[in-house]
T-cell receptor
């Protein structure tokens, strides 16, 4: 089956620094990747949709200058949390899909736990 | 606007008992419906999906769900709960392109 990896799985950074999270589709080409944020005991909230070679589309209320998304290739998307603050601490999950052949499921990465101190 | 409701944030069953997790969606057109399971500190795993065709869908780990258009429901069931089924379950329709809307989730507890 399709596998999506995320790196790192856990990261602790100091307030004011930036951290980059990678999302890779290991055995398929992902034209579209999604970034979600999940607070403890809550559901997933879509942050942005990333299409290869174009700018990401951010959901309402998500600061695009704070959460920089780059989808430079068909197998890699990155999320950079800039000038991180403790309130950015969360579980970040990416997913990948290949639209074009009907409705395709999303393949989820294992998530990245970000803790900002 | 499309929305999804999962009734019951927590469901507790005894091992061997029936599992029923409820999901209702609102839409003017039938959506594509997914159920995902999430174990602690992990990503999501697809349990099953309905797109077209047979309305009773079987998934992994003995789970199944039935799409009922008249009731706008897609409830998840399993005849006999196992301890390993304890997890968070999300109902997630896809509508209007490729956006997935996640329900609030239902945490399933399985008692020995």
């Amino acid at each position: 089956g399709a596998v999506v990896s995320q790196h790192p799985s856990r990261v602790i950074c100091k307030s004011g620094t930036s951290v980059k999270i990678e999302c890779r589709s290991l055995d398929f080409q992902a034209t579209t990747m999604f970034w979600y944020r999940q607070f403890p005991k809550q559901s997933l909230m879509l942050m942005a949709t990333s299409n290869e070679g174009s700018k990401a589309t951010y959901e309402q209320g998500v600061e695009k200058d704070k959460f920089l998304i780059n989808h430079a290739s068909l197998t890699l998307s990155t999320l950079t949390v800039t000038s991180a603050h403790p309130e950015d601490s969360s579980f970040y999950i990416c997913s990948a899909t290949t639209p074009g052949q009907g409705v395709n499921e999303q393949y989820f990465g294992p998530g990245t736990r970000l803790t900002v101190t | 606007a499309q929305s999804v409701t999962q009734l019951g944030s927590h469901v507790s069953v005894s091992e061997g008992a029936l599992v029923l997790l409820r999901c209702n969606y609102s839409s003017s057109v039938p959506p594509y419906l997914f159920w995902y399971v999430q174990y602690p500190n992990q990503g999501l795993q697809l349990l099953l999906k309905y797109t077209t065709g047979a309305t009773l869908v079987k998934g992994i780990n003995g789970f199944e769900a039935e799409f009922k258009k008249s009731e706008t429901s897609f409830h998840l069931t399993k005849p006999s709960a196992h301890m390993s089924d304890a997890a968070e379950y999300f109902c997630a329709p896809i509508t209007g392109g490729f956006k997935t809307i996640f329900g609030a989730g239902t945490r399933l507890f399985v008692k020995a």
